[in-house]
């Protein structure tokens, strides 16, 4: 039996501690990212892959002055919420789903409280109480989705994610969260890069050739595509490499080459090449179909969307007589769920995502859509200068929110209603505040799981004029 590290006295009582000492901590609450807080001292110390009421022994991986991180060693006291086989080998150790260990009533439990205390911190919110969060149709490989990290040497690489506040990688494996094709890729890239001898890219020397891998799935055709970042240029690795990765993985249809030569973090550099015919995959949420291109904005659940887009559209309540406005940083999904109800959609996108939207709207026969371009505030402020009416206004932002300027201009705009999806409680929570003080009152908060295993949670809000 393998022997389990002890604790020191010093340790336990939080006098100076460093990376890897041995320390017992009591987990007194999960934060908004979905890592266990316990203290040493005064400091707190985060733990992932843990649950309120526990008692755990950690081994500490970094020690600052406000904020310590440590791993799980064992779990002394359990809580009633803990699964007794979690789905994933590497729960305690994996960031990437810091509640799979948790039963998914309680999950879901936990993600309404999380957007109940959001609310509570402002008094013009006091009022709304979020529903019950509706639960992803599937709550493990729903992601469609994968941004991986290759490193490693050729004769063994290793595909994965950073861990927390680390340099560290952890190989992905076979991790239930991921779409199952999206396994066999992986493993097929990482056979192809010791068949084939491809030079992995090192950070600390700029040299070597492969970076990132992205992979997507299409779930309703059963295809894939396989993005391959690289420091240069290199037709004749990736050729070999696509070679071996479409033999072994039939249903990868589309192999991109996309070059990054910076010796930054950014993910993407500017040049792309496609490797083979296709150029795009098509996938559908709902009865709407999408185009797919290696830089789309497209859910990582699609079947979670799907229960978002319902409640839009359910809350839009159209009767074919509006205008709508939206301000969507995604798809175009909204307008495009809504098309067949409203007299006319206007929707406002950032350069990047106009092309796409618009195209998707042509192959769904859909023309009572158009789309602008360009600064949202200043779009919408010519909207008012023309003296556009709107019956309803959709926002779904980026992580950060909005600026009150843009709130002020939807404001402005008076329409009946406003519709506000986010996936960040807080700045959910700041922007109502807003626009209660511009008039609108909150009256309905939705949350909704659209990411299993993980602290994410959107949520959709409905607003009047009051």
């Keep these: 039996m393998k022997k389990q590290p002890q604790p020191s006295t010093s340790e336990t009582a939080g006098s100076n501690p460093r990376q890897g000492d041995i320390c017992d901590l009591t987990i007194a609450t999960l934060d908004e990212e979905g890592y266990g807080i316990g203290r040493l001292a005064e400091t707190p110390v985060l733990v992932s892959g843990v649950l309120p009421g526990e008692t755990v022994r950690t081994k500490i991986t970094f020690s600052g002055r406000r904020e310590i991180f440590a791993t799980v060693v064992k779990v002394l006291r359990h809580s009633p919420a803990r699964l007794q086989t979690p789905p994933c080998a590497h729960s305690a150790d994996c960031d990437g789903s810091p509640l799979i260990s948790m039963k998914y009533p309680a999950q879901l439990d936990w993600k309404r409280g999380i957007v109940e205390n959001a609310v509570r911190g ?6 709304v109480t979020p529903l019950p969060v509706l639960p992803s149709p599937r709550q493990l490989h729903y992601r469609n989705s994968a941004t991986l990290v290759i490193d490693g040497k050729f ?14 990688l952890l190989d992905i494996g076979d991790c239930p969260l991921y779409h199952p094709l999206i396994t066999r890729v992986v493993q097929a890239v990482k056979d192809g890069i010791r068949k084939g001898k491809v030079p992995v890219y090192s950070s600390r020397s700029t040299t070597g050739l492969l970076r990132y891998l ?10 894939v595509m396989a993005v391959f970042v690289t420091a240069q240029r290199s037709f004749n690795e990736i050729h070999h490499l696509r070679k071996y990765l479409q033999m072994t993985v039939p ?34 949420i709902g ?3 999408f185009v797919i291109s290696p830089r789309s904005f497209f859910p990582v659940n699609p079947s979670g969307t799907l229960l978002v887009y319902e409640k839009v559209r359910e809350w839009a309540n ?29 929707g406002i996108r950032m350069a990047a995502a106009a092309a796409e939207v618009e195209q998707n709207a042509q192959q769904n026969g859909i023309r009572n859509c158009r789309f602008e371009t360009g600064d949202a505030a200043k779009l919408l402020a010519e909207l008012n200068g023309e003296g556009t009416d709107a019956d309803l206004v959709i926002l779904n932002p980026p992580r950060k929110g909005y600026d009150e300027e843009l709130l002020r201009q939807v404001a402005l705009l008076a329409p009946a209603r406003i519709i506000y999806v986010s996936g960040v409680p807080r700045s959910l929570a700041r922007d109502l505040d807003i626009f209660a003080r511009l008039g609108y009152i909150t009256t309905e908060l939705q949350p909704v799981d659209m990411f299993p295993q ?6 959709v809000a409905l607003l009047v004029k009051g």
């Design 155 to 168: 004769t063994a690489p290793v595909i994965g994610i950073h861990r927390r506040s680390s340099r560290d």
């Design 251 to 284: 249903e990868v249809e589309v192999v991109v080459q996309n070059v990054n030569s910076s010796p930054g973090n950014a993910i993407f550099g500017e040049k792309e090449y496609f490797v083979g015919g296709k150029q795009f995959l098509t996938d559908t």
């Design 214 to 223: 992205l992979v997507r799935v299409s779930e309703a055709e059963n295809r």
């Design 454 to 459: 993980t602290p994410g949670v959107e949520t």
């Design 287 to 289: 009865d709407i179909r």
């Design 318 to 346: 159209l009767s074919g007589r509006e205008t709508v406005i939206d301000l969507d940083w995604g798809t175009g999904g909204f307008p495009l769920f809504l098309a067949g109800g409203a007299k006319e959609i206007i």
């Design 122 to 127: 402002f008094a013009a919110l006091q009022g």
